[in-house]
């Protein structure tokens, strides 16, 4: 009962100084709440998978969690010299390499296009672009089987039609990673469209009426004033996207399971794949060599897109 | 700025301690010593009951269960359905955190696993083993002592259209390799079908079938006494070399579309496949009215013997039981010839209890009957608590010898490499 009566005669002896003092108290009782959950639900859960891999943790140590043994390093050489997990590791890069810039290109032509070319149902054209974001990727991904089917999916029937002879898309391990790129572009370009539309509005129109008077066409002002202004909202959609790809497990999860030949692994997937065989340690390993790499390509991309 | 580095310093202590009470495994950790099997009471089952059950079993089970409460008025069965593809996280979690339910249904490849954890109860001696399907009671067996009881089984056996096979001058299903391998080529050749026959080239699940030529050769895939892996036996690569002759031979379509098997069987593209119950009623779908009357099933070609995959689902209790007495009545209950019998009529579960085989509504259907000869012969994967990673690897190896026509011995070579180095568990 004492602590109270402290409190309540402390503000008048030095005023200043309790009173931030109680501020400080206040806001660390308010914020409790979420700093408790955020303890509990993510900060252990992340401090737990990092000491998980560096220790043999298996399925069967889940009760005693802690009786694992210390093995260092060893998690991370495993993952890294084993053949399957390289496989994935570059496809992933694949994945990245040829997937982000076709996603933001995608995204960008979108956006231009509603937001000088196309003047009539614009509306209707956006939510149409933007629809493949929101779709469940287990539907999306019935429809791209249909389609990308050897004998009778649309694509090779009209491919047919010109006489070419299509391949068999997702059985083929020359083009089962190309058909997901293709994919993955088409499912998320809405989102990088959207962002680029608000950028493209803030780009001021005096500067574009200011160089078309002094004569540059169309080409140099896009190339020299919307894109330059541009620089923030692309290194947001870069970042956001890049770190997307780099994690990229639905597509193959749905519409491959890593085949044919584990032309289709990705990191991600294969990651996950050994959680499920209760190999712990290793996937933990597998996950933060994952998130090394994504740090380090968000840093660089921070880097060099920096205002100079 | 202070504040911050008091964090880092709590979190570098809280990093410290997780460390040093990490030091290391307990050294007795595995002294499975003779687990104690007592006697269950024999009166009126007691209490209440909880139980998991996936899928559709899940669904159908709170109605088999109301006789069992009859039987017993004193005692509740709660049922909690649970879906199949978050079943297995659903157990483990269970398992780690001690809310596990009473029993449960649990699929026979997870035995190895949650018997490694020390969840399941050994069955006791009221439950007679020899009353089940042999192959499918093994897989509740681990290191000799049986946890739990086969509650439904399935087994594969081959589809083939006999319209088609009429064609190419096939009246009698085959019964050897030669006799299958031939079979599916004339079809090819004379039936004017695209494909012989419909395998899996590889991918999740392809051991399946694979396997069961293996058994077939009479080969093995872990030793006797089930310490070592036996992938690389010459039997087993003679069953990969016969496996992969369908697809070097073009009879088997290499790069198969998903999900596409019922579609071709109907239309007679591929008029061959291997594959389990369930199939039945998909190609009838798949074929509309008066295709049951094209198409029929057939055992398995023997070379030494003929083998197949057994499947199914198990019954277990839980060693966190409180009721534990009420637990094994009820299996026993649903293990009887008569609930099983009643069982397929509601859920169309084939029954493990070989002697509810005997009933009409099972034995008067020719197809039915087949799989039931068949589950005679039909084989599990030994309880290896790693075994999804074993098959995982096999599966891409047999993916490697079907489509890019490597040596099924090198593969098996590789396969007995992958699975010594994961180990048993």
């Known amino acids: 009962m004492s602590a109270p009566a402290i409190t309540e005669r402390s503000p008048r002896s030095r005023p200043g100084h309790r009173r931030n003092g109680s501020e400080a108290r206040a806001g660390i009782l308010l914020a409790a709440p979420f700093l408790l959950l955020f303890a509990v639900f993510t900060l252990w859960p992340v401090i737990q998978s990092m000491f998980m891999s560096f220790t043999d943790t298996r399925v069967s140590d889940i009760r005693s969690p802690f009786s694992v043994n210390f093995v260092a390093f060893d998690n991370y050489i495993k993952a890294l010299s084993d053949p399957v997990f390289r496989r994935a590791a570059l496809n992933t890069g694949v994945f990245v390499v040829v997937g982000v810039p076709l996603t933001i290109a995608a995204g960008l032509a979108a956006a231009l296009a509603l937001d000088k070319g196309i003047t009539r149902f614009r509306g209707v054209y956006r939510v149409g672009f933007y629809t493949p974001v929101i779709t469940s990727i287990v539907a999306v991904a019935v429809v791209w089987r249909f389609l990308l089917q050897p004998d009778s999916g649309l694509v090779n029937t009209v491919l047919g039609y010109v006489g070419i002879t299509g391949p068999n898309w997702l059985g083929d391990t020359r083009t089962s990673l190309l058909s997901l790129i293709a994919m993955a572009t088409w499912r998320n370009f809405g989102t990088g469209m959207i962002i680029f539309l608000a950028g493209l509005q803030s780009v001021p129109w005096n500067l574009h009426e200011a160089a078309s008077l002094d004569g540059a066409s169309s080409w140099q002002r896009f190339w020299n004033i919307t894109l330059p202004l541009l620089r923030p909202t692309m290194l947001f959609v870069l970042v956001t996207t890049t770190i997307g790809y780099l994690q990229f497990f639905e597509e193959p999860f749905v519409m491959t399971q890593g085949g044919p030949l584990n032309s289709t692994i990705s990191a991600s997937m294969y990651t996950y794949q050994q959680f499920g065989f209760g190999n712990y340690g290793v996937a933990g390993a597998m996950a933060y060599l994952t998130f090394v790499v994504i740090v380090v390509v968000t840093i660089i991309q921070f880097r060099l897109t920096r205002e100079k | ?425």
């Open chain 2, 1 to 425: 700025m202070k504040n911050r580095m008091r964090t880092a310093a709590a979190l570098t202590a809280l990093l410290a301690l997780v460390g040093m009470s990490a030091c290391g495994r307990d050294a007795g950790g595995d002294t499975t010593n003779a687990p104690s099997q007592q006697a269950v009471d024999t009166g009126k089952a007691t209490g209440t009951l909880t139980m998991w059950a996936m899928g559709t079993e899940g669904d159908k089970l709170p109605d088999l269960v109301k006789k069992f409460e009859a039987d017993n008025p004193d005692v509740k069965v709660e049922v909690t359905a649970i879906p199949w593809n978050s079943a297995h996280d659903k157990f483990t979690a269970a398992i780690a955190a001690g809310t596990t339910p009473d029993l449960a249904m649990i699929g026979t490849t997870w035995m190895g696993e949650f018997v490694g954890l020390k969840a399941l109860d050994p069955t006791p001696e009221m439950i007679d083993p020899s009353k089940f399907f042999e192959g499918a009671q093994a897989t509740t067996v681990v290191q000799d002592t049986s946890y739990g009881v086969p509650w439904y089984v399935e087994t594969r056996l081959v589809f083939y259209r006999t319209d088609i096979a009429k064609k190419a001058g096939i009246t009698e299903a085959p019964t050897t390799w030669e006799g299958l391998h031939d079979m599916a080529k004339a079809m090819q050749d004379k039936g004017g079908s695209k494909w012989g026959i419909s395998l899996q080239p590889g991918q999740t699940g392809s051991w399946q079938t694979v396997v069961p030529f293996m058994w077939s050769n009479g080969g093995e895939i872990v030793n006797k006494d089930m310490t070592a892996f036996t992938f690389d036996d010459p039997k087993n690569v003679e069953a990969l070399k016969y496996y992969q002759s369908f697809f070097t031979d073009g009879i088997a379509n290499k790069a198969p579309a998903q999900g596409t098997t019922e579609a071709d069987f109907a239309s007679g593209a591929a008029p061959m496949f291997i594959s389990g119950p369930w199939m039945m009623a998909s190609v009838e779908t798949a074929g509309g009215a008066g295709f049951a009357d094209k198409y029929d099933v057939a055992l398995m070609p023997k070379k030494e013997i003929s083998a197949s995959f057994v499947g199914g689902s198990n019954l277990g209790v839980f060693k966190s039981t409180e009721n534990r007495d009420a637990a094994w009545k009820l299996v026993d209950f649903l293990t009887t010839d008569t609930t099983q019998v009643e069982w397929f009529g509601m859920s169309t579960d084939l029954p493990s209890v070989q002697s509810a085989w005997d009933d009409e509504s099972l034995k008067s259907d020719a197809k039915l009957a087949k799989f039931g000869t068949q589950l005679k012969t039909a084989f599990a994967p030994p309880p290896v608590q790693t075994w999804e990673q074993v098959s995982a690897s096999f599966d891409a190896q047999v993916e490697k010898v079907t489509k890019t026509g490597t040596d099924p011995g090198e593969a098996l070579k590789t396969v007995q490499q992958e699975a010594t180095s994961i180990g048993m568990g």
